[in-house]
């Protein structure tokens, strides 16, 4: 069973359902229970302009923070103990250190199904990324609208 794992999260609708999909794993094994939030650089603006301004930064961060104290308050609200983690950078090398650094057995993330699974999840996407990247195994709370 997983004894520690890793909810990468973004506040999304699809990000609120693996979040009880975390809680409801986590419970049933007693595992540790890290919330990730990371604050993501936009990579147009490195392209276009070779650095992020401070302002957009911090903006970004602080969203990041909101939506990181909205998972653990509702994680904490259902009587579960959770780690906040906020990190600033690309979200797919952010997940893998801190669950590479945690040693963690399973990073779960959130996936809105708007085409077929396969379509949207094998064409370089995120998604694919973290697959080809985690250093363990990677479950996917899928929100179908």
């Known amino acids: 069973m997983f004894k520690k794992i890793l909810m990468a999260y973004n506040g999304s609708r699809e990000g ?4 009880l999909q975390c809680a409801e794993l986590a419970s049933y094994g007693g595992a540790d229970t890290h919330l990730l939030a990371v ?5 147009s603006m490195f ?3 070779g650095f992020l301004p401070e302002e957009l930064l911090e903006e970004e961060k602080k969203r990041a923070q909101e939506v990181l104290e909205e998972g653990t308050s509702q994680l904490k609200e259902k009587g579960f103990t ?5 990190a600033v950078g690309e979200p797919v090398e952010e997940i893998c250190r801190l669950a590479t ?6 990073i779960i993330v959130g996936h809105q199904q708007k085409a077929s699974l396969a379509t949207r999840w094998w064409r370089g996407s995120v998604g694919k990324s973290l697959l080809d990247s985690a250093p363990c195994s990677v479950l996917i709370g899928l929100h179908k609208t």
């Open 16 to 19: 609120k359902t693996a979040l």
């Open 39 to 43: 604050a993501g650089m936009p990579s």
């Open 47 to 49: 392209l276009t302009e």
């Open 82 to 86: 959770v780690s906040g983690h906020l």
């Open 101 to 106: 650094e945690l040693s963690v057995d399973l």
